[in-house]
Nanobody, 122 residues
Framework: QVQLVESGGGLVQAGGSLRLSCAAS????????MAWFRQAPGKEREFVAA??????FRADSVKGRFTISRDRAANTVYLQMNSLKPEDTAVYYC?????????????????WGQGTQVTVSS
């Protein structure tokens, strides 16, 4: 059974940093595309960042501030978030799929974690 478990969310002031973790279990995810999405109240789930075998992708809104990385041996993916803004407030979800999707849409991903809340105060 595939399981993704996020951690590391919390409350932080604007300009601060947080590091999210996503621990994967149930199979070997070393070749999977792992991604982070976020969903703010009343909004659709949006793509934040993804990491493949040898490449990373980020939404324009987080470039220069967020970094995605992975520890293959630990089956864990990280999202380092710096210079946080109030508009980054959302529930952050980890997602996985076997190959890179044609679009970075939430509907392309079949495996999801339960989410972790990130709140940035102004």
């Amino acid at each position: 059974q595939v399981q993704l478990v996020e951690s590391g969310g919390g409350l932080v002031q604007a300009g601060g940093s947080l590091r999210l973790s996503c621990a994967a279990s149930g199979r070997t995810f070393s070749t999977y595309v792992m991604a982070w999405f976020r969903q703010a109240p009343g909004k659709e789930r949006e793509f934040v960042a993804a990491i493949g075998i040898d490449s990373t992708f980020r939404a324009d809104s987080v470039k220069g501030r967020f970094t995605i990385s992975r520890d293959r041996a630990a089956n864990t993916v990280y999202l380092q978030m710096n210079s946080l803004k109030p508009e980054d407030t959302a529930v952050y979800y980890c997602a996985a799929r076997t190959v890179r999707p044609s679009t970075w849409s939430a509907s392309e991903f079949g495996y999801w974690g339960q989410g972790t809340q990130v709140t940035v105060s102004s």
